[in-house]
């Protein structure tokens, strides 16, 4: 076996299944309110549709970059444009938040967003 040739570096579990839990946690909370809304017959507002596809485009990047996480030196060039569109998704969530509020409201919440600079790939 090719395990007795190999050293395995030893790794403490718990973080593992901290994360795992963590994880079921957040699928959990992703899967309730799609089942609640079916249960209370509650219908898909416009708004709520486009919060569903942000959340879609945001898991994107983290889908196409894990294949190559196998030869970071490789694909390093890929993996940088990813983590500046996955850095930058926050800022597109919070405009599309601000863009429900009332119009009274907008320009004092749209001050208050910082438009995020690109990184100097330091």
């Not at 718990?14 to 309110?33: C, E, Q, T």
């Not at 990047?61 to 500046?84: C, F, K, Q």
């Amino acid at each position: 076996m090719a395990i007795h040739r190999t050293f395995v570096t030893p790794f403490d579990r718990s973080p593992f299944l901290d994360l795992i839990n963590a994880l079921d946690d957040v699928i959990d909370l992703m899967k309730d309110p799609g089942r609640r809304m079916l249960r209370y017959g509650v219908a898909f507002t416009p708004e709520m549709q486009g919060m569903v596809d942000r959340a879609v485009r945001a898991t994107m990047p983290w889908r196409d970059g894990m294949p190559l996480l196998g030869a970071i030196e490789r694909n390093l060039d890929r993996l940088s444009a990813m983590s500046e569109t996955v850095r930058l998704i926050p800022y597109g969530c919070t405009k599309f938040r601000v863009s429900m509020l009332p119009v009274s409201e907008r320009v004092l919440a749209l001050s208050a967003i910082r438009t995020p600079q690109p990184s100097s790939g330091k």
